[in-house]
């Protein structure tokens, strides 16, 4: 009877040591895989935090229950593919490729692992082929395309400035989502510009190194202002964007929040750091079992509109009260 009873202690103790054993191993195996591509953390630091509160609403912390492999290319998307592929060789659960570049770059990498994008433009840039059904291994939150945006913004411009018969467009070939998308951004304001009663003067900037040219073409075209069509180069140059501009006197509008926040006149767009926010229900979604083909992409409706008036007086303008109305954020 001592020996059974010594054999019934040891299968307890062996069952009680087995338990938390088993509980590390179920833990363990529940710790989510993200790969994170970047093309310039350091400027895009505001997205990233975005994101991991998201992940974080989701009750995914980083070193707990969830590990994300960062990979940067330090501003130069000729190493975005290369980095996507990283990734795929560690062999995470998903990638968050934040905009259209990025997701490019995932999918020429994979078509197998997930790819959630956070701020792209699908369907023009051949990323999907149905927003309702994208089919494949890639969704997410899509932008509106620069078709739209660029005679949106035309218009504001037109708006700001109402006397203004030639406006310059400056844009980045191969800098935003390839190049369907850029034809589609150039025919949008080919079509807006006669309704708004401008001509357009499109101008290139394919690096740093043309900007200064850039402008002396648009100054020597006699411009009166000026429309920057969304790149990364560009928001990664943007102080150097509006010095330029106020350098050359003219007033222009650009893609987002943070060139009105370095001097810029009006920027209008999405809040991209609310898309990465978004960006991380996807990504729930998947490490819970759901097919990135079956996820319907969204699209964002709200926009943002910002007025820089120190620019505006030192441009000598006068911003209508009903624009200003119209803006989420005025800085005076």
Known sequence: MIVERRAFLSVIAGGLLAAPLATEAQQAAKIARIGYLSLDAATSAGNREAFLQGLRDLDYVEGRNVVIQYRDAEGKPERLPALAAELVA???????????????AAKQATRILPIVFAAAEPVSSGLVTSLARPGGNVTGVSVFTQEELVGKRLELLKLAVPGVSRVAVLWQPGGYGGERAERDMLKGAEVAAPVLGVRVQFVEARGPADLDGAFSEMTGARAGALTVVTSSMFFNERRRLVGLAAKNRLPAVYGGREFVDAGGLIGYGLNTSALFRHAATYVDKILKGAKPGDLPIEQPTKFELMINLKTAKAL????SPSLLQRADQVIE
């Open 90 to 104: 560690l062999k995470v659960d998903v990638i968050l490729a934040g905009g259209t570049l990025h997701a490019l």
């Open 316 to 319: 000598g303008l006068t911003i």
